[in-house]
């Protein structure tokens, strides 16, 4: 009720960092967010052959780096050797994969950071053990952990209750309600794709205190409309634009 009396303040994540200006999931496209004074950061997190966490959104390595095949398959010393810069613009030529560490080094500690776990084999390999452990040596940084993967997420939970979580969905519910009392632990945050958001679920969140953090939101004109409906965060490529 109080947001939807004043309004609120919704916050703008940066998707992948600045993805619309710089290459995605780089740390040229995080710096390039903070300048363009985003409130907070989303980006990918997988597990190397020997078990490091590097930031990363596909399975394979064709599509942003001169890599071939799948990540999961290179050590991290392998993983350095690649380029993520220059199939986005020339100008980002040499640009490395950063681990989870290197990026959570340079965020600030009044910036959310939305570390998505992805989840391709990830359970079977222990991925959200790895993702904690790392955590848990920045106890200054504000950070919810997402997943499409929900059985990544109880047993994040499972491991440390104290860690805050959010649900990935790519489409609607029936019984929102029911889910999230269903599932058998406490969310913080619900991330759905901005296709699929209704008003009474935004009410029902609301109410639960559960944080709204909708993805992938580019343009004002969404932007606008999910404000005014009482989402809490919208995840864009263009945190500048956006802001304004
Ligand atoms: O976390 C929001 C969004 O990033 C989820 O989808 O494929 O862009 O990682 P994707
Ligand atoms: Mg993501």
Redesign the pocket.
């Known amino acids: 009720l109080y947001k939807l009396i004043l309004g609120g303040n919704m916050e703008i994540l940066a998707?992948r960092g600045a993805s619309g200006t710089a290459p995605e999931n780089t740390i040229a496209a995080f710096k390039k967010a903070l300048i363009d004074g985003c409130d907070g950061f989303?980006f990918?997190v997988q597990q190397t052959k020997d078990g490091k966490i590097v930031v990363f959104?596909d399975w394979t390595l064709e599509r942003t780096s001169n890599g071939q095949g799948h990540l999961r398959d290179y050590t991290l010393e392998e993983l350095k050797k690649l380029d993520v810069g220059s199939w986005f613009s020339d100008k980002f030529k040499g640009e490395q994969i950063p681990t989870l560490e290197e990026t959570l080094d340079i965020i600030p500690d009044d910036k959310l950071i939305?570390i998505?776990l992805k989840e391709e084999h990830s359970v079977e390999r222990g991925t959200e053990n790895k993702v904690l452990e790392i955590i848990k040596r920045y106890p200054n940084k504000n950070i919810i952990v997402?997943s499409f993967s929900h059985n990544l997420l109880k047993n994040l939970k499972e491991l440390d209750s104290s860690i805050k979580v959010g649900i990935?969905l790519e489409s609607a519910l029936v019984n929102l309600d029911k889910y999230i009392e269903n599932l058998g632990f406490n969310i913080d945050g619900y991330?759905p794709s901005k296709s699929f958001l209704n008003q009474k679920d935004v009410n029902y969140l609301n109410s639960k205190n559960i944080d709204i953090n909708v993805?992938?939101v580019n343009s004002s004109k969404d932007a606008k409309i999910l404000k005014d409906m009482g989402v809490t965060r919208i995840?864009t490529n263009f945190p500048k634009e956006i802001k304004k």
């Open positions: 998707h989303e990918d959104h939305n998505e997402s990935l991330h993805w992938t995840i």
